[in-house]
């Protein structure tokens, strides 16, 4: 499994930002069901923590309290991308930001997770 994120860049507070994560490999495109994909972040100096997670079968989603109600994620199946999309930022969503792949449960922790991309950065200036 293959993960590609992009879509970050410089925005003021409270301006909005859609990051995208391409996936390709054959095993998640024949094997949807048991899939997650999971959104992290990681400001400098500080821990890569959980954002948000989504069902790539189901399309069921799991929020972080610290972004809920101003993130959302969703996919396009065809397009085998899944989407963050977040509203309202504030100068403390700056990190570089990362989607990975699981067929582990648990996928609020990075540690359950086998595949990542590389990170896309989200700069918020206030």
């Known amino acids: 499994v293959q993960l590609q994120a992009s879509g970050g860049g410089l925005v003021q507070a409270g301006g909005s930002l859609r990051l995208s994560c391409a996936i390709s490999?054959?095993?998640?495109?024949?094997?949807?069901?048991?899939?997650?994909i999971g959104w992290f972040r990681q400001a400098p100096g500080k821990e890569r923590e959980f954002v948000a997670t989504?069902?790539?079968?189901?399309?069921?989603?799991y929020i972080a309290n610290s972004v809920k109600g101003r993130f959302t994620t969703s996919r396009d199946n065809a397009k085998n991308t899944v989407y963050l999309q977040m509203d309202s930022l504030k100068p403390e969503d700056t990190a570089v930001y990362f989607c990975?792949?699981?067929?582990?449960?648990?996928?609020?922790?990075?540690?359950?997770?086998?595949?990542w991309g590389q990170g896309t950065e989200v700069t918020v200036s206030s």
């Open positions: 990975a792949a699981t067929r582990k449960g648990s996928t609020q922790y990075r540690e359950n997770y086998d595949y």
């Open positions: 490999g054959r095993t998640i495109s024949s094997y949807a069901i048991g899939w997650f």
């Open positions: 989504l069902s790539w079968s189901g399309g069921g989603t």
